[in-house]
């Protein structure tokens, strides 16, 4: 199993970037997609991005996508998030989650970070 970790949230104006990193303790890192979901107030726990084993596959939510990238480096068992043009909607915290089969259904990830609080402001 592996244990997710996330850092590198923060406050930014409108239009600004972050960086988000996820490490993950434990064996096996590579054998395990992973995800980045985030929680508005209010809202369910949505999809954001994922990158599979090798990273060469990416996928991104609709709402996300051209501006934020998703990497992963199996050597050092991290993966990021880098997020540009963020917009006030982008505010939540942030999750980082690993599991076998990924994909968008958070249901598909076994384990899960505590998360970090992204708050863009106007």
């Known amino acids: 199993q592996v244990q997710p970790v996330e850092s590198g949230g923060g406050l930014v104006q409108a239009g600004g970037s972050l960086r988000l990193s996820c490490a993950a303790s434990?064996?096996?890192?590579?054998?395990?997609?992973m995800g980045w979901f985030r929680q508005a107030p209010g809202k369910e726990r949505e999809f954001v991005a994922a990158?599979?084993?090798?990273?060469?596959?990416?996928y991104y939510a609709e709402s996300v996508n051209g501006r934020f990238t998703i990497a992963r480096d199996n050597a050092k068992n991290t993966v990021s998030l880098q997020m540009n043009s963020l917009k006030p909607e982008d505010t939540a915290v942030y999750y980082c989650?690993?599991?076998?089969?990924?994909?968008?259904?958070?249901?598909?990830?076994?384990?899960w970070g505590q998360g970090t609080q992204v708050t863009v402001s106007s």
């Open positions: 989650a690993a599991g076998r089969i990924g994909g968008v259904f958070r249901t598909n990830y076994d384990y």
């Open positions: 990158v599979g084993w090798s990273d060469r596959s990416t």
């Open positions: 434990g064996r096996a890192f590579s054998n395990y997609v």
